[in-house]
Nanobody, 122 residues
Framework: EVKLVESGGGLVQAGGSLRLSCATSGFNLDDYAIGWFRQAPGKEREEVSC????????YYADFVKGRFTISSDNTNNTVSLQMNSLEPEDTAVYYCGASSTVNGARCLYNFWGQGTQVTVSS
C-alpha cells in the first residue's frame, strides 16, 4: 500500500521557518520524482517543488525560489521541505506527492498524502 504522511506544519510568524517532512512507504523512492504542492482556501492547487533523481532535475516555483529547499533521504524513505522567510501568502495545506514522470521538471502526481497545514501570521 502506497502511503505518504506529512508532518511539521504549524503556525509561524512572517519571516520564520518551518521544516516539513514526508514519510513514504509502499513504493521505491528511487523510481519516482517526489515533490510538494499546496492549496489555499478558494485557490487553485499550485506546485511548490519537484525533485527527480532519475532526470537529475529540481523544480521550484518562482514564488519560493531562494526560500524553500527540497531534499530526500532515500535510505529512510523521507522527503523534506525546508521553508525559510515565510510570508502570509505561503499559508496553505501542503501536500507531499510522488510522480512516475515529470513534465519540464514538474511533477505529475500519482500519489499524495493528506497534507499538513501551514499558517503564517503577519
Amino acid at each position: 500500500e502506497v502511503k505518504l504522511v506529512e508532518s511539521g506544519g504549524g503556525l509561524v510568524q512572517a519571516g520564520g521557518s518551518l521544516r516539513l517532512s514526508c514519510a513514504t512507504s509502499g513504493f521505491n523512492l528511487d523510481d519516482y520524482a517526489i515533490g510538494w504542492f499546496r492549496q489555499a482556501p478558494g485557490k487553485e492547487r499550485e506546485e511548490v517543488s519537484c525533485s527527480s533523481s532519475g532526470h537529475g532535475s529540481k523544480y521550484y516555483a518562482d514564488f519560493v525560489k531562494g526560500r524553500f529547499t527540497i531534499s530526500s533521504d532515500n535510505t529512510n524513505n523521507t522527503v523534506s521541505l525546508q521553508m525559510n522567510s515565510l510570508e502570509p501568502e505561503d499559508t496553505a495545506v501542503y501536500y507531499c506527492g510522488a510522480s512516475s514522470t515529470v513534465n519540464g521538471a514538474r511533477c505529475l502526481y500519482n500519489f499524495w498524502g493528506q497534507g499538513t497545514q501551514v499558517t503564517v501570521s503577519s
